[in-house]
Each structure stands twice: as structure tokens, then as C-alpha cells.
């Protein structure tokens, strides 16, 4: 279900920057560049610009509410309960302990008479 979940959000964020950028700014937008100026014939300008609108708001107002299922109920990882070391934070209980001093080894006497 996450991973529909996800390619839906996928599919409605590459819709909404399609729509983003079919807006006319004052460089006069990507509705420009690829033809899209001729959507405005159809509607009308105002009709365009008033759909180019409604369907931005439309579409961030999806994309939001996919991100927030998507976190609240179905994210991976969530059901667990576990918490991390950083969490628990807190002191070592037990320090690890010092080793105990090494002595050299005696010195073996060495025939020194040959």
C-alpha cells in the first residue's frame, strides 16, 4: 500500500510542476515555449489562468494531504517502538575496567662463558 502510495504522490508531483509551469509570468512561462499559448484560444485567457490556478491548488493541496497519510499512517519503520542509543542518552553503565599491570619478565641469566 506505501509503495501506492508513493507513486501516486509521484505522479501528482510531476502534474503539478507540469501546471506550475504552463503559468505565464512576465517572461512569458513554458505555455509559451512549447505552444501552450493556444490553450488561452480555446478557454479564453482568463479561463486558462483562472484553470491553471484552481488545478495548482488542487494539485498542492493533494500532494500535501499524500505526504501526510503517507507519514502518519503508513511509513515503514513506524511499528517497531524501538528508540535509539542517542535516545536513551544517559551515562555507560559500567566502565570498562583498567588492566592489570604486566610485569617484565625476569631476565634469564645468559652463558656468558663460552
Given at each position: ?31 509559451g515555449s ?67 599491570p604486566t ?12
Open positions: 500500500m506505501f509503495s501506492v502510495l508513493v507513486a501516486v504522490e509521484i505522479i501528482v508531483s510531476i502534474l503539478l510542476i507540469i501546471v506550475i509551469l504552463m503559468q505565464n509570468s512576465k517572461g512569458g512561462g513554458l505555455a512549447f505552444g501552450g499559448a493556444s490553450v488561452g484560444t480555446v478557454f479564453g485567457v482568463r479561463r486558462t489562468a483562472d484553470f491553471l490556478s484552481r488545478a495548482t491548488t488542487i494539485l498542492a493541496t493533494l500532494f500535501i494531504v499524500l505526504c501526510l497519510i503517507a507519514n502518519l499512517f503508513f511509513l515503514p519503520g513506524k511499528a517497531t517502538g524501538k528508540s535509539s542509543i542517542i535516545q536513551q542518552g544517559g551515562a555507560p553503565t559500567s566502565m570498562p575496567q583498567a588492566l592489570p610485569s617484565k619478565p625476569a631476565a634469564t641469566p645468559t652463558n656468558s662463558g663460552k
